[in-house]
T-cell receptor, first 117, second 114 residues
Framework: DQQVKQNSPSLSVQEGRISILNCDYTNSMFDYFLWYKKYPAEGPTFLISISSIKDKNEDGRFTVFLNKSAKHLSLHIVPSQPGDSAVYFCAASALKNSGGSNYKLTFGKGTLLTVNP | DVKVTQSSRYLVKRTGEKVFLECVQDMDHENMFWYRQDPGLGLRLIYFSYDVKMKEKGDIPEGYSVSREKKERFSLILESASTNQTSMYLC?????????????FGAGTRLSVL
């Protein structure tokens, strides 16, 4: 059962416009959410994260929004640039879970973002 | 900067061979992980380790084993490689409890089993 879902396998936007990548989760124990970016033939790199006690976190062109009641988060990239073209993974962790696996991340399947010049 | 180094970028092996994938991190992280990435399936956790000589199965451990003799090194072993193990393998490390368990990844090893 997928606990973290990225329902859009791909997204295409024009340079300069906003990119919105979505992620849904089912496990209410998740209390931290992360976004990773991955170029082909490279490892994922950490982009931005948000704690469940916040509803927004911003870092330059990247903003993550969290809606806990809807179990939904989104990553906004404004303005989008061709260099942003990559696969974006949403991930979640349950830091306060004392079950012993609180250091694991659960990843979605990723969304391929293409930013066209 | 955290550095996670995977020993090979590309490997080609024969069916039935024993394959070793090596990973080294230089930030004294307790946790280390092995994933494989396949198109349409995302990142799937094979094994992880939260301390030297400690290991736990992830979501898809069948056909794999691991070794962690030193804190900085985590090895993934394919006991008898099969064609369905052709994949991109990614190693990661993290400090427990920091900023949501941020994991730092190596560049990956593209393994082809013929």
């Amino acid at each position: 059962d997928q606990q973290v879902k990225q329902n859009s396998p791909s997204l295409s936007v024009q340079e300069g416009r906003i990119s919105i990548l979505n992620c849904d989760y089912t496990n209410s124990m998740f209390d931290y959410f992360l976004w990773y970016k991955k170029y082909p033939a490279e490892g994922p790199t950490f982009l931005i994260s948000i704690s469940s006690i916040k509803d927004k976190n911003e870092d330059g062109r990247f903003t993550v929004f969290l809606n806990k009641s809807a179990k939904h988060l989104s990553l906004h990239i404004v303005p989008s640039q061709p260099g942003d073209s990559a696969v974006y993974f949403c991930a979640a962790s349950a830091l306060k879970n004392s079950g012993g696996s609180n250091y694991k991340l659960t990843f979605g399947k990723g969304t391929l973002l293409t930013v066209n010049p | 900067d955290v550095k996670v180094t995977q020993s090979s970028r590309y490997l080609v092996k024969r069916t039935g061979e024993k394959v070793f994938l090596e990973c080294v991190q230089d930030m004294d992280h307790e946790n280390m992980f092995w994933y494989r990435q396949d198109p349409g399936l995302g990142l799937r956790l094979i094994y992880f380790s939260y301390d030297v000589k400690m290991k736990e199965k992830g979501d898809i451990p069948e056909g794999y084993s691991v070794s962690r003799e030193k804190k900085e090194r985590f090895s993934l072993i394919l006991e008898s490689a099969s064609t369905n193990q052709t994949s991109m393998y990614l190693c990661a490390s993290s400090l427990p409890g920091t900023s949501g368990n941020i994991q730092y990844f190596g560049a990956g090893t593209r393994l082809s089993v013929l």
